[in-house]
């Protein structure tokens, strides 16, 4: 596969005399390079696009490694990784600059551009007691509606820990002093979210966090199945949006490099600046992904279609970014 990219990426730049077309002339040849993603499965689309990219210019790109996400800022400051395409701004804050910063790594490129987050609760019950807030779940007899193993508090289908989004969801509870009303369930995010669309299948108030891209609004969808409630306004609120505030900012997703891996391969660190993919492709890839297709074979293909569908637009990253190394 790495050699049918590089030979189909020399086939379509041998008219142009800027570019090298021969393997060996490649700017990434004999270079390897180590990228790391957040353990979510949804982020190996990003991943798989970029891959394919930095293989057409040459260079050889391991097997993707994974960690939590304080771990994958580490990795990429102190080079024992070269590159995410998992760093949310401004979720991952915290973890870049505790990592050291701008004076180890590089935010190259907001490549995936408003990514939202927020608290969702089942149509039929917010419409039903006009919830429109989780300040509400404060009433035990609102709580109750969403309770799913008894105590009397509302299970909240929550987010994993070093995720990042955690965080946010604790304060939250702590702000608005909910931690007797509310039940932040934690582990696996993707097995919790299962029982919590059967729980909904079956007739049940739910409530949970989640974000796009993501393939659960494809499947409890907002404004038909759900919809998505706030947290009270505050005074000074970041989050803020007109007259609610969904409690989370928007974010972008950016592609993060060490320094020095990107002083040394200005064709990798034009190419990562180039890199721009819409939202409802990446949502698309999750819906894949839900449907089974998870594999690294099948990630790789998802990457590869998109890359087919843009070929000339990929050509012309792949393309600047060789001409950047000369």
């Not at 919830?131 to 909240?156: E, P, S, V, Y």
Request: charged residues 20%; glycine residues 8%.
């Amino acid at each position: 596969m790495k050699h049918f990219a590089r030979l189909a990426w020399t086939l379509a730049f041998t008219t142009s005399l800027a570019v090298p077309t021969l393997a060996s002339d490649l700017p990434g040849a004999g270079i390897e390079v180590s990228p790391i993603k957040g353990s979510p499965a949804n982020a190996w689309f990003q991943h798989m696009i970029v891959q394919q990219g930095l293989e057409a210019l040459g260079y050889e790109v391991h097997e993707t490694l994974e960690a939590d996400f304080p771990a994958v800022h580490l990795a990429v400051a102190s080079g024992d990784a070269d590159y995410t395409f998992n760093h949310w701004k401004p979720l991952h804050n915290n973890f870049f600059d505790k990592s050291g910063g701008e004076a180890v790594m590089t935010r190259v490129n907001a490549a995936i551009k408003g990514a939202g987050q927020g608290y969702f609760i089942d149509r039929k019950t917010a419409e039903a007691h006009n919830i429109t807030d989780i300040g509400q779940m404060n009433d035990k007899a609102i709580a109750a509606l969403f309770d799913a193993d008894g105590d009397g508090r509302a299970n909240l289908s929550g987010c994993n820990p070093g995720w990042g989004c955690e965080l946010a969801i604790e304060d939250h509870l702590d702000q608005f002093k909910l931690r007797e009303a509310v039940q932040h369930d934690q582990g696996s995010y993707f097995a919790i979210m299962a029982d919590t669309i059967t729980r909904y299948n079956e007739g049940g108030s739910i409530f949970y966090y989640t974000w796009t891209p993501n393939w659960i609004s494809d499947v409890l969808v907002p404004g038909k199945d759900v919809v998505q409630i706030g947290v009270p306004r505050t005074e000074g609120s970041t989050t803020a949006q007109g007259n609610s505030d969904p409690g989370f900012a928007v974010n972008d997703v950016y592609i993060v490099a060490n320094n020095d891996f990107l002083k040394a391969n200005p064709a990798a660190a034009r190419f990562f600046a180039l890199v721009d993919i819409p939202i409802g492709a990446v949502n698309a890839a999750q819906v894949k992904l839900r449907d089974g297709e998870n594999t690294q074979e099948d990630f790789r293909r998802h990457a590869a279609d998109w890359i087919a569908a843009n070929q000339a637009r990929f050509d012309g990253w792949v393309a600047d970014a060789a001409a950047a190394a000369n």
